[in-house]
């Protein structure tokens, strides 16, 4: 079978032949083999029909490549974009956009009866945390008619979701699994003194190492400094004690095996790494040709951003094909090295893990910067799936006969990490879970349009409850002991359906007939923080505080800073008075009741009310940049930040828009009023 010139391998025409006869699809391959022409060819297929089709996607990033590539196909006028970030062509038959925006719309009772496909990409964040329910939300609220094509690379329970997916659905689900790679992937090891090494062959290297008196790192650095300073001459390099750099990991990988995505696991060491190299590198790694190509569009490119921005250290260090890539980089920064990579002009490029997830920008070879990550709460080993995320990326397809993956692990760190490796090289990712956790604003939008019988159905109809019962029927010994456990985690029967909306009853925000208090009113428009926002705006602080500070207090409540920032001026006066009050609300038994059931803690940073307060009286991200130190670019964590701050104010303005007119129309000027420079909509 050929669709768009090409032939189809087995597993795309499998799915093509599923969607044909009108069911859904769950589709599991590795990244690069061509999933993502299954979706391609049903948007096809719902536009050649005259009807609609939606794709989504976790990332924004993601969003974006997949819009300016169905621009490309189908033309600007047929596809849309809605991210929050952008607007563009909202009623257009094919529309790409976030999944919370699609589950808002279906939340909203929007009516698609035109609405033929949804495609979720990356479907396994489904047991995210923080976003998971979303996506079980949306597969729930679809109109059964709606066909489903499901996209992942680490979906190794199928069959359980395909068998949930098809109850829910009341249609076919089919599940569709390759395992072979469209590029083959070898994965070993480098360390400095051994090169570049299979497993089996470091495996034998440090078992030398270690007969020979070499100490693994859990025995103390201080002792294995002074041991080692006792061992001078006795051959250091053959024992493989100094530590591998990502120069040595470069000076053993080129020139065969450029381009390289080096994966470091903080934005600091992405920048660090990337500098170090700008300054060290003597030659540049691009051809003369690309070299011409390069120096042409930095030109272009200082001239569009500014010498402030993209400034003569790192003009040069791109010039040499390095570059840097992380969630905080300056937005414009980070379309250019978007850019730059995808004219195969960085050859290097050191980054965080923005470039693990469905981007199509793979390389030839892929660094692995250790085998442990900090989760936000303690140092752990990569799961299966995020290391495979990040390996995918090595082989171009049409380009590389083979792709490379590589781990930078020292000797002293190898043998606590045995069990993962062999993990990882059997490639089985951990089963996906449901992390179901319904919000306030889900459920309360749910009782606006739904009797309770009907909202406890839809609850039950989750992957999670779908789960606990399949666990209790396949062993009935279990069922009261799994009862009692579920009870003990407050997820169970009746319990687990109604407890958001009791909780709702015991503040007051919902009567005992489940009629809509003040709390219920307000809630129903906040998507963001909700109970928390929500009290803020009973308390009054929203009419109190002036425009500045507000969105200041906005900026706190939806991002973060990383741990070094360090600010040039403390909060005080008025600015002082807010934060006490905002925090004492934050602290208030109404929002840390809602983080114990939703087991999520309420977000607010102080030290972001300054950069909020700033930009609404007209500062620029440069101007910004010198009233604070950072040891990385946080340019792209303050736009996202005031992004976000401004969907907030929007959706509080919506609190006011019948009642009180003049605060609905004050906090919509004030949206208008940060909507400049980076953080401007276009629509």
Same mark, same amino acid.
């Given at each position: 079978?050929?669709?768009?010139?090409?032939?189809?391998?087995?597993?795309?025409?499998?799915?093509?032949?599923?969607?044909?006869?009108?069911?859904?699809?769950?589709? *599991?391959?590795?990244?690069?083999?061509?999933?993502?022409?299954?979706?391609?060819?049903?948007?096809?297929?719902?536009?050649?029909?005259?009807?609609?089709?939606?794709?989504?996607?976790?990332?924004?990033?993601?969003?974006?490549? %997949?819009?300016?590539?169905?621009?490309?196909?189908?033309?600007?006028?047929?596809?849309?974009?809605?991210?929050?970030?952008?607007?563009?062509?909202?009623?257009?038959?094919?529309?790409?956009?976030?999944?919370?925006?699609?589950?808002?719309?279906?939340?909203?009772? !929007?009516?698609?009866?035109?609405?033929?496909?949804?495609?979720?990409?990356?479907?396994?964040?489904?047991?995210?945390?923080?976003?998971?329910?979303?996506?079980?939300?949306?597969?729930?609220?679809?109109?059964?008619?709606?066909?489903?094509?499901?996209?992942?690379?680490?979906?190794?329970?199928?069959?359980?979701?395909?068998?949930?997916?098809?109850?829910?659905?009341?249609?076919?689900?089919?599940? +569709?699994?390759?395992?072979?790679?469209?590029?083959?992937?070898?994965?070993?090891?480098?360390?400095?003194?051994?090169?570049?090494?299979?497993?089996?062959?470091?495996?034998?290297?440090?078992?030398?190492?270690?007969?020979?008196?070499? !100490?693994? &790192?859990?025995?103390? &650095?201080?002792?294995?400094?002074?041991?080692?300073?006792?061992?001078?001459?006795?051959?250091?390099?053959?024992?493989?004690?100094?530590?591998?750099?990502?120069?040595?990991?470069? #000076?053993? =990988?080129?020139?065969?095996?450029?381009? +390289?995505?080096?994966?470091?696991? *903080?934005?600091?060491?992405?920048?660090?790494?990337?500098?170090?190299?700008?300054?060290?590198?003597?030659?540049?790694?691009?051809?003369?040709?690309?070299?011409?190509?390069?120096?042409?569009?930095?030109?272009?490119?200082?001239?569009?951003?500014?010498?402030?921005?993209?400034?003569?250290?790192?003009?040069?260090?791109?010039?040499?094909?390095?570059?840097?890539?992380?969630?905080?980089?300056?937005?414009?920064?980070?379309?250019?090295?978007?850019?730059?990579?995808?004219?195969?002009?960085?050859?290097?490029?050191?980054?965080?893990?923005?470039?693990?997830?469905?981007?199509?920008?793979?390389?030839?070879?892929?660094?692995?910067?250790?085998?442990? %990550?900090?989760?936000?709460?303690?140092?752990?080993?990569?799961?299966?799936?995020?290391?495979?995320?990040?390996?995918?990326?090595?082989?171009? &397809?049409?380009?590389?006969?083979?792709?490379?993956?590589?781990?930078?692990?020292?000797?002293?760190?190898?043998?606590?990490?045995?069990?993962?490796?062999?993990?990882?090289?059997?490639?089985?990712?951990?089963?996906?879970?449901?992390?179901?956790?319904?919000?306030?604003? *889900?459920?309360?939008?749910?009782?606006?349009?739904?009797?309770?019988?009907?909202?406890?159905?839809?609850?039950?109809?989750?992957?999670?409850?779908?789960?606990?019962?399949?666990?209790?029927?396949?062993?009935?010994?279990?069922?009261?002991?799994?009862?009692?456990?579920?009870?003990?985690?407050?997820?169970?029967?009746?319990?687990?359906?109604?407890?958001?909306?009791?909780?709702?009853?015991?503040?007051?925000?919902?009567?005992?007939?489940?009629?809509?208090?003040?709390?219920?009113?307000?809630? #129903?428009?906040?998507?963001?923080?909700?109970?928390?926002?929500?009290?803020?705006?009973?308390?009054?602080? +929203?009419?109190?505080?002036?425009?500045?500070? =507000?969105?200041?207090?906005?900026?706190?409540?939806?991002?973060?800073?990383?741990?070094?920032?360090?600010?040039?001026?403390?909060?005080?006066?008025?600015?002082?008075?807010?934060?006490?009050?905002?925090?004492?609300?934050?602290?208030?038994?109404?929002?840390?009741?809602?983080?114990?059931?939703?087991?999520?803690?309420?977000?607010?940073?102080?030290?972001?009310?300054?950069?909020?307060?700033?930009?609404?009286?007209?500062?620029?991200?440069?101007?910004?940049?010198?009233?604070?130190?950072?040891?990385?670019?946080?340019?792209?964590?303050?736009?996202?930040?005031?992004?976000?701050?401004?969907?907030?104010?929007? !959706?509080? *303005?919506?609190?006011?828009?019948?009642?009180?007119?003049?605060?609905?129309?004050?906090?919509?000027?004030?949206?208008?009023?940060?909507?400049?420079?980076?953080?401007?909509?276009?629509?």
């Amino acid at each position: 079978m050929e669709y768009r010139g090409l032939t189809l391998d087995g597993f795309q025409e499998q799915a093509v032949s599923h969607l044909r006869d009108g069911a859904s699809v769950l589709v *599991s391959a590795p990244t690069g083999t061509g999933k993502t022409l299954v979706a391609d060819w049903i948007v096809d297929q719902a536009l050649s029909d005259g009807k609609q089709v939606v794709y989504t996607a976790p990332v924004k990033a993601l969003s974006n490549q %997949k819009y300016r590539d169905y621009c490309r196909l189908h033309g600007e006028e047929n596809v849309g974009l809605v991210t929050g970030d952008l607007v563009i062509r909202p009623d257009a038959p094919c529309r790409v956009m976030t999944t919370e925006i699609l589950r808002n719309m279906l939340l909203d009772g !929007q009516q698609m009866p035109e609405l033929a496909a949804v495609v979720l990409d990356e479907i396994h964040f489904l047991d995210d945390p923080e976003r998971g329910t979303v996506w079980e939300e949306v597969l729930i609220y679809l109109p059964e008619s709606v066909q489903i094509v499901g996209l992942s690379a680490t979906l190794s329970n199928l069959s359980q979701f395909a068998a949930w997916l098809s109850e829910v659905r009341k249609r076919p689900v089919e599940e +569709v699994k390759e395992s072979k790679r469209a590029v083959p992937m070898e994965i070993g090891f480098v360390q400095r003194d051994w090169g570049l090494v299979t497993p089996e062959q470091y495996h034998q290297h440090w078992k030398r190492w270690k007969g020979s008196g070499g !100490q693994a &790192r859990s025995g103390g &650095r201080r002792r294995g400094r002074r041991d080692r300073r006792h061992q001078r001459g006795r051959g250091r390099e053959d024992r493989g004690e100094r530590p591998t750099s990502h120069i040595d990991v470069l #000076r053993l =990988l080129e020139p065969d095996r450029l381009p +390289v995505l080096f994966f470091v696991f *903080s934005r600091k060491e992405a920048e660090a790494r990337a500098r170090v190299m700008g300054r060290r590198r003597t030659r540049s790694f691009l051809d003369a040709t690309e070299q011409r190509r390069m120096d042409a569009r930095l030109f272009d490119a200082v001239q569009e951003i500014g010498e402030a921005v993209l400034h003569r250290e790192l003009a040069h260090t791109y010039s040499l094909g390095v570059g840097f890539h992380h969630a905080g980089l300056h937005v414009q920064l980070k379309a250019l090295v978007e850019e730059l990579y995808e004219q195969k002009l960085l050859k290097v490029l050191y980054t965080t893990s923005t470039f693990a997830l469905g981007i199509n920008m793979p390389a030839r070879t892929v660094v692995l910067d250790g085998l442990r %990550k900090f989760d936000g709460q303690e140092f752990r080993p990569l799961r299966v799936r995020e290391f495979m995320q990040k390996a995918g990326r090595a082989g171009r &397809r049409g380009m590389d006969e083979q792709g490379f993956v590589f781990v930078r692990l020292d000797p002293g760190d190898y043998e606590e990490h045995i069990p993962d490796v062999n993990n990882y090289l059997e490639g089985a990712s951990e089963p996906v879970h449901s992390s179901f956790n319904l919000s306030f604003n *889900s459920v309360v939008r749910l009782i606006e349009r739904n009797e309770m019988p009907r909202v406890k159905e839809l609850v039950s109809q989750s992957f999670l409850a779908w789960s606990n019962r399949s666990r209790s029927q396949r062993s009935d010994k279990r069922i009261a002991a799994l009862r009692a456990e579920l009870e003990a985690e407050g997820w169970s029967g009746d319990r687990y359906a109604q407890q958001p909306s009791q909780y709702l009853v015991g503040i007051g925000y919902l009567d005992e007939d489940d009629g809509f208090a003040a709390g219920a009113r307000i809630l #129903r428009h906040i998507q963001i923080s909700e109970i928390f926002t929500t009290e803020l705006v009973l308390e009054g602080l +929203v009419e109190e505080l002036p425009d500045d500070l =507000l969105y200041g207090i906005f900026c706190g409540m939806t991002g973060n800073l990383p741990r070094d920032v360090r600010l040039a001026h403390k909060p005080h006066g008025e600015a002082r008075g807010a934060i006490k009050a905002v925090e004492q609300v934050r602290k208030g038994p109404q929002v840390t009741g809602a983080e114990a059931i939703l087991g999520q803690e309420v977000t607010f940073t102080p030290g972001l009310v300054h950069f909020g307060a700033a930009w609404v009286n007209g500062r620029t991200l440069e101007e910004l940049a010198l009233t604070f130190w950072a040891k990385t670019d946080i340019s792209g964590n303050l736009v996202g930040c005031f992004r976000r701050a401004k969907d907030l104010c929007q !959706q509080v *303005s919506e609190v006011y828009r019948d009642q009180e007119p003049a605060t609905f129309e004050r906090l919509r000027a004030l949206a208008r009023r940060v909507s400049r420079d980076e953080v401007e909509v276009v629509g």
